[in-house]
């Protein structure tokens, strides 16, 4: 998973997870933190080439350990699945070999309030995004 698909994560997966991801209890997160890229100013320079440039990210203002890290899977989940663990601002997308990539993420105060499973229908580039209404937990 390269940098470009990190930073779309770190606004559109968030927000996009929260509308389409399983929520955790956070007792269930244990993480194994090694970072997945040595260098994180790389991972979190600027963007320039895209039809809304992203530029570099503050990451002195970012505690790292929500750097984007390869982490053993903490949920349980299938390979592909998206899991967010909002109290601890934290996204997983599940891989292979029980593994799981980590982001750290913003949780907005709606997010808070949702929760539950949710599927994602599809994926657009620079999508719009709204709250998903209010369900109850499965």
């Not at 390269?2 to 993480?31: D, K, M, N």
């Not at 890229?37 to 991972?43: F, G, R």
């Not at 080439?49 to 970012?62: H, M, N, S, T």
């Not at 029980?98 to 993420?105: D, K, L, M």
Request: glycine share 10%; proline share 12%; net charge positive.
């Amino acid at each position: 998973m390269g940098r470009r698909q990190f930073l779309f994560g770190a606004t559109g997966l968030a927000a996009a997870a929260v509308a389409g991801c399983t929520t955790t209890p956070p007792a269930a997160f244990v993480a194994d933190t090694r970072p997945a890229m040595p260098d994180p100013a790389m991972m979190y320079a600027a963007i320039p080439g895209e039809k809304f440039p992203v530029p570099a990210a503050r990451i002195d203002l970012i505690d790292p350990k929500y750097y984007r890290q390869a982490v053993k899977d903490p949920t349980g989940e299938k390979p592909g699945t998206i899991v967010v663990d909002t109290p601890k601002r934290f996204l997983y997308l599940v891989q292979e070999n029980g593994r799981a990539i980590r982001y750290g993420v913003g949780i907005g105060r709606d997010g808070f309030a949702w929760g539950g499973r949710a599927k994602i229908q599809y994926k657009r580039k620079w999508p719009k995004w709204t709250p998903p209404p209010m369900s109850s937990p499965m």
